[in-house]
Each structure stands twice: as C-alpha cells, then as structure tokens.
C-alpha cells in the first residue's frame, strides 16, 4: 500500500512539473511570438516612414508656347498692364523649376515682343499659387486622374502633417482645410521665391495670382502663415522682388471654396503705388461688387488687376452661377442664370468706372478631372477689350 502511494505521488508530481514546464514553453512562445510580430510592426513603420520621404521625379514634357491674344494701343511712358493666362498641369507643380521655367518663358516671349519694361504690371490668375500645396510629392499624385486620388495620396505621404492640420482644421470642410494647412509654411516660402524671383528677373510689377494660406501676413519683407483661418489672398511684386503692401484678402468667397475659405472684409482693400499708377487688386468674383470698386476709388485707384479661376469645361458659355450664399450678390443687377458666364464677368467689371484701366486673367489647363475656363479682357475709358479666344495659353497686353 505504501509502495503504491508512492508510485502515485511520483506520477502526480512528473504530471504537474511537466504541465509546469508545458506553461513556461507557452508562456515563452507568446513572447517570443508577441515580440516577433513587434519587430514587424516596427520594420513596417520604419518602411512607411522612409516610403513616405522618398520622391522621386518622373520626365516631364512642357508646352511653352504662349499666343499674344490682345495688344492695345500704343506703346508709350506710362507702361502697360500685361495678363499672362498660363496652360497649367499638375505636372507643372512637382517643382518650382518646372513652374519657374515655364512662366519665365512666357515672359520671356513678351519681352521678345516688346511688352515688358520696368512699368509694366504683369497680372497672373488666381489660385496660381494655391496648387503649390502639390509640389514635391510622389510621382503617383501627378499620374492619376481624379482629385481624391491624389489627395489620397498627399495624405499617405504625409501622415503626421495631416493628422496635425487636421487637429487644426477651421470651416466647415476639416479635409480640405487640412490639405492646405499643412503645407501651408511651404507654400508661403515657395510663393515668395517663385513669384518674387520673376518679378526681379524681368523687373516688373507682379500680381502673382492669388494662394489660399491661413491668416497670411507680411513681416520685415517675409510672407508668413498664421495660425487662423483660410483666406484666399493676392500679393504684388516690385521690380526688385520685394512685396508691396500686406496679403490682398478675397472679400467675397465664391461658391466652391466657401467651405473652407473664410470672407476677408475685415481687412478692406488697399491700393499700392507702382511705377505705373496705383494698383488695387480684386480677386475672382470680387470684381463683381460696386462697393469694391466705391472702396478703390476713394483711394484714386488708377488700375485694376482681377485674377480669376473659373472652373468647368465650357463652364464660360454656360449661364452664370453667381454666388447664392453672399447677401451682396442680391443687389448685382444681374441674377442667376439669366446670362452666360463671359457676359456676367465682362458687365460686372464695368463698375470700375471710365477712369480705370483694368485687366481680367483666367487661369488655362486642367487639374486632374477639374478643367479650368475662361477668356481674359481688359477695359480702359469705359470700352471692353477682348482679343481673339483659344485654348491654349495666352498674352492679353494693355498700353496705358
């Protein structure tokens, strides 16, 4: 009996060292399994996080040509307003030599034809300095077709910046904010160099479009972005690259970014002394308000640069859209739908009044699925001035 309660004892006890030892190998398995699978997490993020700095560049075939659609008057002491209407692609923007080259050889070819001296203000449309929030980005952003497709890409790109301007994000669209914002810094620094170098370059006035940037301001001769909310604004060049007078703040959003871009009538308009007059500027559809132009007059505005955007494949013959959410577009003596686009912005323009010589620039090309339109004109002493349409870029050249 004895014997056998030991024989019991010792099979109970090689029974529960061996499930003890079965637990330390499981035990042990989960460990190791645990710290496997953390090294791979951790491989795979070292992996993304290189994947998203590398960016290479594709070749890129560039369309410099550039037609003169308008030359009016003639050439004499008081200089000339030049519209310079870009064909622009996505491609354009990977980077700022791409821009810079083409742009540069479109006034390049001006120059070639006399248009461009130290009075001369050269106007370019508008957002032509918001698509810089593409530069530098992976070859795949430029290759797709469909604007989410490369936003979808910006953010893989970018994680941690977007994930940190989303957390900033102002206005009623947090994406499209966020798409802005966080390259915002970037896209001034980038502004100021593109556009402030071909102002020396050629030594010309320049109203270099317009950039959506939040808050933006100038200080001690630097473009800057705040920490507030959208805006979309213009600035102008002197001849010598530096800028003139504070960021030109849209009064009057349009339809399609009023989401995300915030009205600037805090801010009112101001005109600035070039070599040629004094220039005010309105950006897009603020060319369409009287009390703007009321606001420029009392500051003896001479001139008048108004960049535009109009997006849309043949969006230009189409009935007006106006803009239904600004109160003010109540007491335009036009109404929705009632005339074509062409029509709408050539009469609105009118308010700048005889006295006013004024220069209207549409941006050209396309931007993944989203076509711009539009053709520039210009108006001195009360008489509309058109030059003869195509698609393809354009010089429109007013003498003074």
């Known amino acids: 009996m004895i014997e056998t309660d030991k024989l019991l004892i010792l099979i109970y006890s090689e029974t529960t060292l061996g499930n003890l030892v079965t637990k330390a190998q499981r035990c042990f398995m989960r460990k190791l399994l645990a710290s496997a699978l953390a090294l791979v997490m951790i491989a795979a993020l070292c992996g993304y996080g290189f994947w998203t700095q590398q960016r290479p560049e594709g070749h890129y075939l560039s369309d410099l040509r550039i037609e ?47 248009l461009v001296s130290p009075r001369t203000v050269v106007v ?53 904010d966020a798409h802005l914002r966080m390259k915002a810094e970037q896209m001034a620094a980038d502004y100021q160099q593109l556009f ?45 690259g530096s800028l003139l007078g504070q960021p030109q703040r849209q009064q009057f959003p349009d339809s399609e970014v009023r989401r995300y871009v915030h009205d600037g009538r805090q801010q009112p308009l101001q005109v600035v002394q070039t070599p040629a007059g004094r220039l005010g500027v309105l950006v897009g559809s603020d060319s369409w308000y009287p009390e703007n132009h009321q606001q420029l007059a009392q500051q003896a505005v001479q001139l008048i640069a108004n960049p535009v955007f109009l997006s849309g494949k043949g969006s230009w013959e189409a009935p ?4 239904r959410h600004q109160e003010a577009s109540a007491g335009l003596p036009l109404q929705r739908g009632e005339v074509s686009e062409q029509s709408a912005w050539q009469r609105l323009t009118e308010a700048a009044g005889a006295s006013v010589s004024s220069m209207s620039v549409f941006m050209r090309g396309q931007f993944w699925e989203q076509a711009s339109d539009g053709q520039g004109f210009a108006r001195q002493s009360g008489e509309l001035l058109v030059g003869a349409p195509s698609h393809g870029a354009r010089l429109l050249n007013l003498w003074l």
């Open 124 to 176: 370019l449309p508008e957002h032509i300095g918001t698509w810089l929030w593409a530069r530098g980005e992976k070859n795949e952003l430029y290759q797709v077709t469909q604007s989410r497709e490369a936003l979808q890409w910006l953010e893989l790109s970018n994680p941690l910046r977007y994930g940190l301007a989303m957390l900033g994000a102002d206005g009623d669209d947090w994406r499209a």
């Open 320 to 323: 007006w859209r106006g803009n």
């Open 196 to 240: 402030g170098g071909l102002a020396k370059e050629f030594g010309v006035t320049l109203v270099a479009g317009s950039i959506v940037l939040p808050a933006p301001y100038v200080k001690q001769g630097v473009l800057h972005a705040g920490s507030g909310p959208l805006f979309n604004s213009s600035l102008v060049f002197a001849g010598d």
């Open 68 to 114: 003169l659609a308008l030359n009016h008057g003639v050439p004499g002491e008081h200089g000339n307003l030049l519209g310079v209407e870009p064909l622009l692609y996505p491609g354009d923007y990977q980077n700022l030599q791409r821009l810079h080259r083409k742009l540069a050889a479109y006034l390049e070819q001006a120059r070639a034809q006399g």
